[in-house]
């Protein structure tokens, strides 16, 4: 396999046969080039649903009192569910581990100012759970803590574009801020990734907002996150079991649609993993295709180098030449030609990515590209592929007698 002068017969037959070695290799090339152009776009999808769901923890639920719809157990239909504290304690102490993270959250819109600037923002009243929920960063300072939720503290967490309005080049940490005629401690500052609208929000202990805002226990809605190794279909399922419960506690009819409503993510999630698999199995077939048609190609090449070298073959054996000398010749001719073109056509699949990827965001494909362990299997398939191309025609051909090589026209 190292011997220098096969190596150096390898590479005069390629050299001397350049036109009949560029067409096999094209063959290659432009299958694995299709190959990677397809899987980039495929992963360009899925990067933009990814992004659709924004930076939110992916295994979310969130819970919405709402009116009934239907008169049930002798209450009259219209009345208007509100949730409280306690129903928050309910969920979490009747599912335990299923329940990752939950909070319930008050929403209330406000002014705020400091040192005479002044803007309105959203105020969310929040457990420090939904740090995690929401997937917020600490930029400096600290988040709510359980000791400002039982102190009811006078605290808030502002995020990036609150500081950077009222408090331009000022370290806001310690200061107060005025929230409509209160004032409040800044204890943090927070970002999102999902930019300006999320970081034009106040955060504040639930229990201060209950507190100041209203004297009661009322929530606007539940937050949580369920146990991220259930299944999209075990999740759907949590999700209703909630409902159920609540709809029981709340007297609301089973079929009663809008008295308590629901959004899951593991919906979502369902549908985008249906469609991704779709779209991948069906680039599976059409990648998978066009590298059979390339491998074929190259095996018919080489079946057409065999016959053209019969007699060179006849010569070979009539010399002394072992079968297994030749079918080294032949095969590694084909491994290397079909390693070559296929990592050029591989490097040429990513450029063009690479080239119009910006372009394709205007289809919904954003950052197309192709995996690490993508470009390692396909190379390892070609080498597999090249390998398999020669050896048939190479074995053929190493079973020919020398004298019937001989008189080969």
Not at 47 to 71: M, Q, R
Not at 196 to 217: A, K, L, R
Not at 353 to 382: H, W
């Amino acid at each position: 396999m190292f011997d220098i002068d096969l190596w150096r017969e390898i590479f005069q037959s390629i050299n001397k046969n350049r036109t009949r070695s560029l067409m096999s290799g094209f063959t290659v090339a432009f299958a694995i080039l299709l190959f990677a152009i397809l899987f980039g776009i495929a992963n360009g999808l899925k990067n933009t649903f990814k992004e659709a769901f924004g930076t939110d923890a992916n295994n979310s639920i969130i819970i919405f009192p709402g009116k009934t719809t239907k008169a049930y157990k002798g209450l009259q239909a219209g009345r208007k569910i509100q949730f409280k504290n306690e129903d928050r304690a309910l969920i979490k102490e009747k599912y335990g581990d299923k329940v990752q993270f939950i909070t319930s959250k008050v929403n209330k819109s406000i002014s705020a100012s400091f040192r005479g600037k002044k803007n309105d923002y959203e105020l969310r009243g929040v457990y420090p759970e939904y740090m995690f929920i929401e997937n917020n960063v600490v930029k400096s300072g600290r988040y709510i803590n359980q000791n400002d939720l039982n102190n009811n503290a006078k605290v808030v967490v502002i995020g990036k574009v609150v500081e950077d309005e009222l408090f331009y080049r000022e370290n806001p940490i310690g200061k107060y801020i005025n929230l409509s005629g209160i004032q409040y401690k800044i204890v943090g500052v927070f970002t999102d990734d999902e930019g300006d609208s999320e970081e034009s929000v106040i955060y504040m202990p639930i229990t201060t907002t209950q507190f100041v805002y209203g004297n009661n226990d009322f929530v606007d809605l539940l937050h949580l996150t369920y146990n991220p190794e259930m299944s999209n279909d075990q999740a759907l399922a949590f999700g209703n079991s909630i409902t159920k419960v609540l709809k029981d506690k709340f007297d609301v009819a089973r079929n009663d649609q809008r008295a308590i409503r629901m959004w899951n993510m593991a919906e979502g999630t369902k549908q985008v993993e249906l469609m991704t698999t779709s779209l991948t199995m069906i680039i599976l077939v059409i990648g998978f295709g066009t590298l059979i048609a390339g491998i074929v190609g190259i095996s018919n090449i080489m079946i057409f180098v065999v016959k053209e070298r019969t007699k060179e073959i006849g010569i070979r054996k009539a010399l002394g030449a072992t079968p297994r000398s030749i079918v080294s010749i032949i095969l590694i001719e084909s491994i290397i030609i079909t390693t070559i073109a296929g990592y050029v056509g591989l490097l040429i699949g990513v450029g063009v990515l690479e080239l119009i990827g910006p372009s394709l965001e205007v289809y919904f494909i954003k950052d197309p590209g192709v995996s690490n362990s993508l470009v390692f299997g396909a190379t390892l398939t070609l080498i597999i592929a090249g390998a398999i191309a020669g050896y048939l025609p190479a074995k053929k051909a190493s079973q020919i007698k020398p004298i019937i090589a001989l008189r080969n026209d």
